[in-house]
């Protein structure tokens, strides 16, 4: 079955840096597009960044030039780089994996930025 396992959330301080980890199973990875969403409080949930299967990159523009989205094929991993938190980056963090008509999404884990 498909399977995502999130690592990297946590408590940062405003201006540290997170780097949040997806490792997927059960899918062939390298076809997929992949993304990361994110969920605050009372709010909608929002794309934070998305990579294709051959790595074109696009962003929210309330990350651009802090936030970095990469992949490993060979380690079935998207990677999500986080620098210059904010406290408005607090939400909880989604991995997404979508290959028309299957989507597939991560448990989420938390990140907090706050002092």
């Known amino acids: 079955q498909v399977q995502f396992v999130e690592s990297g959330g946590g408590l940062v301080q405003p201006g540290g840096s997170l780097r949040l980890s997806c490792a997927a199973s059960g899918i062939i990875f390298n076809i997929y597009a992949m993304g990361w969403y994110r969920q605050a409080p009372g709010k909608q949930r929002e794309l934070v960044a998305g990579?294709?299967?051959?790595?074109?990159?696009n962003y929210a523009d309330s990350v651009k030039g802090r936030f970095t989205i990469s992949r490993d094929n060979a380690k079935n991993t998207v990677y999500l780089q986080m620098n210059s938190l904010k406290p408005e980056d607090t939400a909880v963090y989604y991995c997404?994996?979508?290959?028309?008509?299957?989507?597939?999404w991560g448990q989420g884990t938390q990140v907090t930025v706050s002092s």
């Open positions: 997404n994996a979508l290959y028309n008509p299957k989507d597939y």
């Open positions: 990579i294709t299967s051959n790595g074109f990159t």
